[in-house]
């Protein structure tokens, strides 16, 4: 995968908000494609505290209450602060910043029209979400990901749009700020610091590109520019934009990282959801699993054990597609079609698998919680290595748009 990412694109950031605790949907819809990522880029991973205030700002307790839970179990589950920078939004107000200084040049019909922004409202109609925090969340996710000039976000369905709103942020503010007086001069000086050979090279697959709409001429040229040592982090913005026929690339576009839906079902066979009421926690205690597991619903059909039934029609079949093997799978074919096992036997070899999944989380989780402070140092840590990037950004974006005062 990572051949085919162009260089600039290889950081990763995610968000995730603290509005409880997480569950195996969470597990196996994020948490295990983080641990994927992290082996492969630059990965920031966030708790998007902020944007929980956006929907629970009538209710902000459970936002703190969950926050250093939630790190741990991220950490629990295998994400890997070596390779991964862990924060909390709100530790680092450039984010609070770049969501205002974007703000200024954000068309109020682009937020309006983001579908989640009229689903959500609809969908939660017990809170008031006509508010100017709730409309404008989708732009402070656009100046998260463009904090950390991410070339990748992994989201769901749903977070596709506000995505898509961010590329066309970061154009916008590309196209306004990005504009020099002099930049074709500025920008054939730059090439000339690149030496002779790649500055023939850069230019014949600027034109190649230019011309004939050449797509590998301008990712090899991509490739090249961001191989060079010598020029600086300026001229390799001009550079980028002069390759594509625009002004100085500041805000790079990121690409939506589609994240395959997870297959994980609910206890109730729906998606699994805190507002269903169908989660399975990764903290829950080993009694609550198996009481939870053992009282799921099954295929109405099967009132008595002599009653035949169709697992197609039974939630715990989604979980044995989750969790066991063809030998398992054809047994509870067999066992439940012709009534030859109980509801129980065959929800025995769930129970066993979502429990030894959720152990070493739990032991994990357990030795976390016993060392706050190393959680918090960890979160620190990581905090500050975000935070100089964020600066960084911040004062290019600054710089920009001439608000960088004395
Ligand atoms: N909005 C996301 C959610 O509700 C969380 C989030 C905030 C996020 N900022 C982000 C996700 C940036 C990806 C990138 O789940
Ligand atoms: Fe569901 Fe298994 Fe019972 Fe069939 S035997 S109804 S698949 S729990």
Redesign the pocket.
């Known amino acids: 995968m990572s051949s085919e990412v162009p260089a600039q694109y290889r950081r990763v950031l995610s968000g995730m908000r603290p509005t409880g605790n997480l569950h195996l949907g969470h597990y196996h819809g994020v948490l295990k494609n983080w641990l994927e990522l992290q082996q492969e880029y630059k990965c920031y991973f966030f708790v998007a505290d902020w944007h929980a205030l956006t929907t629970h700002y009538d209710n902000p307790s459970i936002i703190a209450d969950s926050t250093l839970n939630m790190v741990i179990d991220w950490l629990a589950a295998g994400v890997d602060h070596g390779l991964a920078d862990l924060f909390i939004q709100s530790s680092i107000p450039e984010h609070a910043e770049l969501h205002l200084l974007l703000s200024m040049m954000t068309p109020l019909g682009w937020l309006e029209r983001v579908p989640s922004y009229k689903d959500q409202q609809e969908r939660l109609k017990e809170k008031d979400l006509a508010t100017y925090g709730f409309l404008g969340y989708p732009l402070l996710q656009s100046a998260d990901i463009l904090m950390y000039k991410a070339g990748l976000v992994p989201v769901g369905a749903d977070q596709v749009a506000h995505v898509e709103l961010t590329r066309e942020v970061a154009r916008r503010f590309n196209h306004l700020y990005g504009g020099e007086p002099d930049f074709e001069e500025k920008a054939e000086i730059a090439i000339k610091k690149m030496g002779k050979k790649n500055a023939k090279m850069f230019n014949k697959l600027r034109n190649a590109y230019q011309e004939n709409g050449d797509q590998e001429a301008l990712a090899v040229a991509r490739a090249l520019l961001e191989a060079q040592q010598n020029i600086t982090v300026g001229d390799k913005e001009r550079l980028f934009g002069y390759l594509e026929g625009s002004g100085r690339v500041i805000l790079p576009e990121p690409k939506a990282l589609l994240t395959k839906a997870s297959k994980m079902p609910g206890l109730d066979g729906q998606k699994m959801s805190k507002s269903y009421g169908n989660t399975i926690a990764l903290r829950d205690k080993v009694e609550d699993v198996e009481k939870k597991l053992r009282t799921m619903p099954?295929?109405p059909a099967?009132v008595r054990l002599t009653d035949v039934?169709?697992?197609a029609?039974?939630?715990?079949?989604q979980f044995?597609e989750v969790y066991s093997n063809e030998e398992v799978c054809e047994w509870?074919q067999n066992?439940?079609k012709t009534a030859c096992?109980?509801?129980l036997?065959?929800?025995a070899p769930v129970i066993e698998a979502v429990l030894r999944e959720l152990k070493p989380m739990q032991e994990r989780a357990a030795e976390y919680t016993q060392q706050p402070d190393l959680v918090r140092s960890i979160i620190n840590e990581g905090t500050e290595k975000a935070r100089d990037v964020a600066k960084e950004t911040l004062d290019e974006v600054k710089e920009a748009m001439s608000m960088k005062l004395l």
Do not use: N
Request: aromatic share 4%; net charge neutral; with cysteine.
């Open positions: 099954t295929d099967r039934g169709d697992p029609k039974c939630p715990v079949w044995h509870v066992g439940c096992i109980g509801c036997d065959c929800k």
